[in-house]
Each structure stands twice: as C-alpha cells, then as structure tokens.
C-alpha cells in the first residue's frame, strides 16, 4: 500500500504553496495519488506510480453518488447487469465517461438525440423498430462497433433477464437481428410505442453498456466483472479510456482516437482527465469544493450548500444560488415496502403508514422548506398535467394527502388485531411489536429522523439506517423497508405506462432474488392492475384511451398504495466554475448535471476552460 506523508505532500508540490491530499491511500497495483493545489492551476494532477501527469485546470474531478463512504467497495466491478455493479461500479465514472447510448435523452426538455443511432423508426404497428447506427463508430480498442454487438447484447440480456438487473423492457424483446453492420432490426413480441424511450434511450436503457459480440463470447455476462486491463476491458465507445481504478478513485484518460473527433460527430473534449472520487460526508465534500479540489460535488441539504456559497462564490447549482438550488428530477421520493412479505402485503397496513405521515412538515424539516410534496409516482413535467389532473379526484376518493390523520392509524391498526402496549408501540395479538427499519440512502439521510419520529409518534416502532450495502438488500426485498426515489417518471415519450409497469407482477421475484430493473423493488402483484396496464402498452402518448386506462390503473393503485410518495426530488448538486464553465443552468438546460446519469457525458463534452 503507498501512502503519502504531509512531507511528502508538500516536497511533491513545492514548499511555497499548499496542496491539498485528496486521496491520501491507494491501492498497491498501479496505485496513484491525487494531488490537486486550489490556488495555482499550473500544479498538476501528480500520480505516485505510472500515469502521466495532467494539469489541474485539464482535469474533471467529480465525486460518485453513493452509499459507501470513504471508498468504493465495487470498483473493479464493470458490469452494470451484475447486482451492486450499478450504482458503484457502472453508474460512477465509465457510464459518463465511457459509454454512448444509441440515444440520449434530455429529461428535462423531453427533447432527445441520435448519439450512436444516425436514425430509426417503428412499423405500423409498434412492433419492430428498423435503427441504422453511424459510420465509423469504434470500441475504445480501435475495433469496429457494429450491428452485431447491439443485437448481441440485447439478446444475450433477453437470455439472461431473469438473472440480471437494469434490464430495462427486453422482456418486450422476442429477438434484435444484425441485418449489416450498420443497421439492426429489433423484433417485439407485442406492440409497444414507448420501448424506444424505456429500452433504447440513455433514460436507463438496456444501452448504458454495450457487450462486443466476438470479445465477450462465452463469457458469463450475468456474474464476470468485464475488467481486464490486460484484454483493454472495460470496453466502451465513450471518448475516454480507464486506466486506474482503485477503492479511492477511478481515473479515465481521454481517447486520441475517439471516434465521435474523428468523425466530426462531437468535438474532441477539452478535459484530458476524468477522476471519480467516492463518496464523503457532506462537510468533506463540501471543503473539497470551496478549496477547488472538486468540480462536482455530491448532492447535498439546502443549509450545507448555502454554507458554501457564503465560502467560495464560484460554486453554483442548476439554478444558480438561488431556490431551488437545483432541477426537478424524474425519480419521486417514496417510502417503499416488500409488498409480498408480511405484515406489508397488507395493503391495509400501508394505508395505516401513510396515515402517519404529515407530508408538509417532513418534507419542510427535510428540504429545509425548498421541497415539493408528491403523492403518487409522476413528475409534475408540463407534458403531464392532463395525468396529474386527473389523479386529484382519486386521491380525494382515498383520502390521500398532506396531513398525518391519527385516527385513521388507530382505526386501521386495530383492524388488523394490533392494539398498543405499555410503551404506545404497536404490537400484535401475541405481543410482538411491530419494528421497522427503514432503509435511508446517504443523500435522503435528512429524512431519516422526521420520518421515523412521525412514526413513533403514530405507534410504529420505527428506526433508519444509512448503512452501505442496504441497497443489494432491498434489490432482493430482504430488507422490507426502504426510502430512496423511484424512477424514471414523467419522461415525454414515455406516457405513464413505464411507471404504472413497474408495479405489475412481470417483475415480481421471490424474496432474495434481485429485482429485474432496478425501480421494480415494490414486489406487488395485483392481475386487475396488470390487465389493465396492459392495455395501455399498445397505445401511443397521443391516444385518448391511455388516460383512460391510466385512470383506472391509478384507481387500484391507490387502493392498494403498494408505495407511498412523500416528495418530489429536487438534484442539488453544486458545481465549480473555478476552472470549468459551461455547466447546465436553468437559462441554458442542454443536459441535467447529474454524477451517475449518462447524460452527464453531454457535460463533460462541453465544459470549456474556465481560463479560457
């Protein structure tokens, strides 16, 4: 292990300035630290073994969304399809750095772009999608991508779905044919005029990683980690390379020979060097930003990011430094249950939960009175309001809404045979207390103590945990409480069907088998539900029967409240101009700044200098 004194530091970066350690333990094999000095861009990024150095002001450095704190326990993982390979491995550097869709999507316009597509359309019927890719697309190791490798991967994912996660909608896929190199067919075993959108998009498509078709043969794609440096794996199309990844970092070079410059598709990044840091607590992450040893921070509370806008004004958000400090995502906040495992397969039981909850002062205590209440699993985009309208009735109908109703605990619980004991804590006709554990990722963490005392307060024996490693756990519903948002919702193209899907028993797993995407984790099953979402899947947006039918897939849902939604989520994620400019700005929406979306890569694309 190499690990660097404060001598050390210092002798590296000249007695004369101060440089700032960010990664002060690295790993043995090809293992680097990262020296970056705020005050003076001309210090460089100066490694401990072989990589070359790069100039601070030429370097991006981004710290990864994440449960873990401190490192990174999958970072040899690369295989998005693997269960913990997303969020840590995937989602946090190659997806942005390495990886193209076959096209991207815009969430916050609803507009998209043709990335390795040139162009596509549907048959008549929605049942076929004909996509022609671009000439001159090449793997990161200069090999040819083509036709072959798309329908590889998707059939090889189709195969395979049921031990996979972030599958997207291949279950809809009955085969993808290479015709050429350029182009393939993918055939679907019934009319679906959304599958563009869900499967075929950078909106969490099966697209987030491609398999090469000759590279990968015979290997297992449901549990190999594809990282093999002495084979140049991972593989990717991206204009960046990895060339060190450790439980402290993830570094990617840029491409020389990136296809998109090469072509005149995209321009050749201004960045030569992006790092992927793991996640920090927020006063660490913070400080890394005000002393510019970050240019993306972690999603951080509204006092936190005030705080840093007092320190350092270079730092901004989406929306400048000014409310909301962020965007409106796709992905509602939501109190989750495994729905299959008692006593939350009780859709009464649920009720009883959300009836503890006042939504208005959790979600005020939380957002720090920057938040949005949210009552069911759409994002309140534009596009929807004709939805979203007509959802206010039914939730009238249930008594669904901002305020905590006591009497209506009382009355349900003891419906279900749970009186209170001595201690006001519900327990059942043999004096078991019922106790919950609620799963909290690290970036919802501030909810965790309202939410849990509204909880005690109604009689729920209720805690949270921030633990790493409870997400794999909920993916396979061992851990039946969880808080976290579930997405994507509201995305223009999609209509509602994606959102409403989730929820049908198509993705219903036992308990201990992973969820097959990863927004499934609800394990409800309801057959009227399922029928009626299914007759919404051949129907495109513009047809007057999907509101129709979304009504009454709404009407059971909220009879059922399989999940209850408590707030919208506003991304906050303050951002550096110390030595990039050009970020995504409410004035200038081109892309979402987001650390483990895809979209980001249309950042990295386009950040120029700040000394430009």
Same mark, same amino acid.
């Given at each position: 292990?190499?690990?660097?004194?404060? =001598?050390?530091?210092?002798?590296?970066?000249?007695?004369?300035?101060?440089?700032?350690?960010?990664?002060?333990?690295?790993?043995?094999?090809?293992?680097?630290?990262?020296?970056?000095?705020?005050?003076?861009?001309?210090?460089?990024?100066?490694?401990?073994?072989?990589?070359?150095?790069?100039?601070?002001?030429?370097?991006?450095?981004?710290?990864?969304?994440?449960?873990?704190?401190?490192?990174?326990?999958?970072?040899?993982?690369?295989?998005?399809?693997?269960?913990?390979?997303?969020?840590?491995?995937?989602?946090?550097?190659?997806?942005?750095?390495?990886?193209?869709?076959?096209?991207?999507?815009?969430?916050?316009?609803?507009?998209?772009?043709?990335?390795?597509?040139?162009?596509?359309?549907?048959?008549?019927?929605?049942?076929?999608?004909?996509?022609?890719?671009?000439?001159?697309?090449?793997?990161?190791?200069?090999?040819?991508?083509?036709?072959?490798?798309?329908?590889?991967?998707?059939?090889?994912? =189709?195969?395979?779905?049921?031990?996979?996660?972030?599958?997207?909608?291949?279950?809809?896929?009955?085969?993808?044919?290479?015709?050429?190199?350029?182009?393939?067919?993918?055939?679907?075993?019934?009319?679906?005029?959304?599958?563009?959108?869900?499967?075929?998009?950078?909106?969490?498509?099966?697209?987030?990683?491609?398999?090469?078709?000759?590279?990968?043969?015979?290997?297992?794609?449901?549990?190999?980690?594809?990282?093999?440096?002495?084979?140049?794996?991972?593989?990717?199309?991206?204009?960046?390379?990895?060339?060190?990844?450790?439980?402290?970092?993830?570094?990617?070079?840029?491409?020389?020979?990136?296809?998109?410059?090469?072509?005149?598709?995209?321009?050749?990044?201004?960045?030569?060097?992006?790092?992927?840091?793991?996640?920090?607590?927020?006063?660490?992450?913070?400080?890394?930003?005000?002393?510019?040893?970050?240019?993306?921070?972690?999603?951080?509370?509204?006092?936190?990011?005030?705080?840093?806008?007092?320190?350092?004004?270079?730092?901004?958000?989406?929306?400048?430094?000014?409310?909301?400090?962020?965007?409106?995502?796709?992905?509602? *906040?939501?109190?989750?249950?495994?729905?299959?495992?008692?006593?939350?397969?009780?859709?009464?039981?649920?009720?009883?939960?959300?009836?503890?909850?006042?939504?208005?002062?959790?979600?005020?205590?939380?957002?720090?009175?920057?938040?949005?209440?949210?009552?069911?699993?759409?994002?309140?985009?534009?596009?929807?309001?004709?939805?979203?309208?007509?959802?206010?009735?039914?939730?009238?109908?249930?008594?669904?809404?901002?305020?905590?109703?006591?009497?209506?605990?009382?009355?349900?619980?003891?419906?279900?045979?749970?009186?209170?004991?001595?201690?006001?804590?519900?327990?059942?006709?043999?004096?078991?207390?019922?106790?919950?554990?609620?799963?909290?990722?690290?970036?919802?963490?501030?909810?965790?103590?309202?939410?849990?005392?509204?909880?005690?307060?109604?009689?729920?024996?209720?805690?949270?945990?921030?633990?790493?490693?409870?997400?794999?756990?909920?993916?396979?519903?061992?851990?039946?409480?969880?808080?976290?948002?579930?997405?994507?919702?509201?995305?223009?193209?999609?209509?509602?069907?994606?959102?409403?899907?989730?929820?049908?028993?198509?993705?219903?797993?036992?308990?201990?088998?992973?969820?097959?995407?990863?927004?499934?984790?609800?394990?409800?099953?309801?057959?009227?539900?399922?029928?009626?979402?299914?007759? *919404?899947?051949?129907?495109?947006?513009?047809?007057?029967?999907?509101?129709?039918?979304?009504?009454?897939?709404?009407?059971?849902?909220?009879?059922?409240?399989?999940?209850?939604?408590?707030?919208?989520? *506003?991304?906050?994620?303050?951002?550096?101009?110390?030595?990039?400019?050009?970020?995504?700005?409410?004035?200038?929406?081109?892309?979402?700044?987001?650390?483990?979306?895809?979209?980001?890569?249309?950042? *990295?694309?386009?950040?120029?200098?700040?000394?430009?």
């Amino acid at each position: 292990m190499v690990r660097l004194t404060r =001598r050390q530091v210092l002798a590296s970066v000249g007695a004369a300035s101060v440089g700032v350690l960010a990664i002060s333990s690295v790993g043995s094999a090809g293992a680097s630290a990262l020296l970056t000095n705020a005050a003076s861009p001309s210090v460089v990024v100066a490694q401990a073994t072989s990589l070359p150095d790069v100039p601070r002001n030429q370097t991006f450095i981004a710290m990864q969304s994440s449960n873990a704190t401190g490192q990174n326990p999958v970072y040899n993982n690369f295989n998005i399809r693997t269960s913990g390979g997303a969020l840590d491995g995937w989602h946090s550097g190659p997806l942005q750095t390495m990886n193209e869709p076959l096209i991207m999507f815009d969430v916050l316009t609803g507009e998209y772009e043709n990335w390795l597509a040139s162009n596509w359309q549907y048959n008549s019927d929605f049942t076929q999608v004909d996509l022609t890719l671009r000439n001159g697309i090449t793997w990161s190791n200069g090999s040819p991508f083509t036709a072959r490798d798309v329908a590889y991967t998707f059939n090889i994912i =189709r195969d395979n779905q049921d031990k996979m996660v972030h599958t997207a909608e291949v279950n809809f896929l009955q085969e993808a044919q290479a015709v050429d190199d350029l182009n393939v067919k993918f055939i679907l075993n019934k009319p679906n005029p959304r599958w563009w959108a869900t499967t075929l998009t950078s909106n969490h498509g099966i697209v987030e990683q491609f398999y090469p078709d000759q590279a990968f043969s015979g290997l297992d794609p449901t549990s190999d980690l594809f990282n093999d440096p002495s084979k140049g794996w991972p593989l990717g199309t991206g204009p960046y390379k990895l060339v060190q990844t450790t439980p402290q970092q993830k570094v990617f070079d840029l491409n020389p020979d990136y296809w998109g410059a090469k072509t005149g598709f995209k321009p050749m990044p201004k960045i030569q060097r992006v790092i992927y840091l793991p996640n920090e607590d927020d006063t660490l992450a913070v400080q890394k930003l005000i002393t510019g040893d970050l240019d993306m921070g972690k999603i951080v509370p509204v006092p936190t990011l005030k705080s840093a806008f007092a320190q350092n004004p270079k730092i901004v958000t989406f929306s400048g430094q000014d409310p909301p400090y962020g965007y409106t995502d796709w992905c509602p *906040i939501s109190l989750g249950f495994n729905s299959s495992a008692p006593p939350y397969d009780n859709p009464q039981m649920r009720w009883a939960i959300n009836f503890a909850i006042d939504r208005t002062k959790l979600v005020n205590l939380a957002e720090s009175g920057a938040g949005v209440l949210a009552f069911h699993q759409f994002t309140p985009y534009a596009w929807f309001q004709p939805f979203d309208q007509s959802f206010q009735p039914l939730e009238q109908k249930y008594g669904l809404d901002a305020n905590a109703h006591p009497d209506m605990v009382n009355q349900l619980m003891g419906g279900l045979g749970y009186t209170r004991n001595g201690d006001g804590l519900w327990a059942d006709s043999s004096g078991q207390v019922l106790t919950m554990k609620i799963a909290v990722p690290d970036w919802l963490k501030n909810y965790g103590p309202p939410l849990s005392q509204q909880l005690r307060d109604a009689g729920f024996d209720a805690s949270f945990d921030t633990s790493p490693g409870l997400d794999s756990l909920v993916q396979t519903g061992e851990q039946p409480t969880y808080f976290g948002c579930q997405g994507p919702a509201g995305v223009k193209g999609m209509d509602p069907y994606f959102m409403l899907s989730i929820f049908t028993s198509q993705y219903y797993r036992p308990t201990g088998q992973p969820a097959p995407i990863s927004w499934a984790t609800s394990r409800y099953r309801n057959p009227a539900y399922d029928s009626v979402v299914d007759q *919404i899947s051949p129907l495109s947006v513009d047809d007057p029967q999907t509101l129709t039918y979304t009504d009454q897939a709404m009407d059971l849902w909220f009879k059922d409240l399989p999940m209850i939604y408590v707030s919208q989520l *506003i991304i906050r994620y303050p951002m550096s101009t110390q030595y990039w400019t050009g970020w995504p700005s409410k004035d200038n929406p081109y892309g979402f700044p987001h650390s483990w979306q895809q979209e980001l890569l249309k950042t *990295i694309l386009t950040l120029q200098p700040a000394s430009a």
